[in-house]
């Protein structure tokens, strides 16, 4: 069943909400299948109403700033993704051992991904020896709105913290809204450690324990577990939009990857 639906920003993705109109393409996103379940998805579609996918089909700069596509609003539980492995990529509830993931708590910050980048798992990271996590590489952005679920937004890196999950590397680019008060006063990750102190702190912590309550370890952190500056962030983005391109192109195996060509 097709719905178009609206939804507040504290789980679910919104359906036919405009986004962000200088992103490649896309104009809006629609909804498919019923809130709270599995079939739920979140589409992204063309000004003709056809699919396309939000990790492909959308530009990974809006002039000197980055798209971010946002799947989890900030204050959000429900565990949103976009499908690497599902036709046209919709946004979509994790799931876990049959059952639709929830955060035991909610996140702080928005999350979602930078399109058209792509951790590669063939790749081991020369100083972390670990392989990518085969997903687009995560953005957590902290100003002071929460992002509407399937919305695009041009974002600023600040700086990167490497995570590693599970031995896979998990990069988390800290990035702020171009459109947020505080963009103008953050330029570097010490900005924001003067600025918003405690704040990278907190998602170091949050993102190093929030699967302990389902008997998970937790996450570790490399580079002794500094927030690298903003130089290093816009070096992970562009290698992981090489991999992207490398994915795209065949000359990287894609796997079950959903590619688009």
Same mark, same amino acid.
């Given at each position: 069943?097709?719905? @178009?639906a609206? $939804? ?6 919104? *359906?036919? $909400? ?6 490649? $393409?896309?104009?809006? #996103? !629609?909804?498919?299948?019923?809130? *709270?379940?599995?079939s739920?998805? %979140?589409? &992204? !579609?063309?000004?003709?109403?056809s699919k ?12 000197d700033?980055y ?11 429900a565990?949103?993704? !976009?499908? #690497?492995?599902?036709? =046209?990529?919709?946004?979509v %509830? ?5 059952? @639709? ?6 996140? &702080?910050? =928005?999350?979602?991904? @930078?399109? %058209? #980048?792509?951790? =590669?798992? =063939?790749?081991?990271?020369? +100083? ?28 600023k890196?600040?700086? !990167? ?6 031995? /896979? ?8 809204? /171009? ?13 924001? /450690? ?6 990278v702190?907190?998602i170091? /912590?949050?993102?190093r ?13 490399g580079?002794?577990?500094?927030c @690298?500056?903003k130089?290093?962030?816009?070096? +992970? ?5 090489a991999?992207?391109?490398?994915? $795209? ?7 079950k990857?959903?590619?688009g060509?």
């Amino acid at each position: 069943m097709l719905a @178009l639906a609206a $939804r507040g920003a504290s789980a679910f993705a919104a *359906g036919a $909400r405009r986004v962000s109109a200088t992103a490649l $393409r896309a104009t809006s #996103t !629609v909804v498919e299948g019923e809130e *709270g379940t599995e079939s739920y998805a %979140q589409y &992204f !579609v063309d000004a003709d109403g056809s699919k396309i996918s939000p990790w492909h089909d959308i530009s990974l700069m809006d002039g000197d700033a980055y798209n971010m596509v946002t799947e989890i609003p900030k204050y959000g539980t429900a565990k949103m993704e !976009v499908d #690497t492995k599902g036709e =046209n990529n919709p946004i979509v %509830q994790d799931m876990k051992k049959g059952k @639709l993931r929830f955060y035991h708590g909610p996140i &702080f910050w =928005n999350y979602g991904c @930078l399109p %058209q #980048t792509w951790e =590669n798992p =063939n790749e081991e990271h020369p +100083v972390l020896k670990c392989f990518g996590d085969d997903d687009p590489i995560d953005v957590v952005e902290i100003g002071s709105s929460a992002l509407v679920p399937g919305s695009v937004t041009p974002v600023k890196p600040l700086g !990167v913290l490497a995570m590693i999950d599970d031995g /896979e590397l998990d990069w988390k680019v800290v990035a702020i809204a /171009e459109s947020d008060p505080l963009a103008k006063e953050l330029d570097d990750i010490a900005d924001v /450690e003067a600025k918003c102190p405690g704040v990278v702190s907190g998602i170091r /912590e949050w993102f190093r324990w929030y699967k302990t309550p389902d008997d998970k370890p937790i996450n570790a952190f490399g580079f002794d577990e500094e927030c @690298l500056p903003k130089a290093k962030a816009v070096e +992970v983005i562009e290698e992981t939009h090489a991999s992207w391109k490398g994915l $795209r192109d065949g000359s990287i195996d894609a796997g079950k990857l959903w590619k688009g060509n």
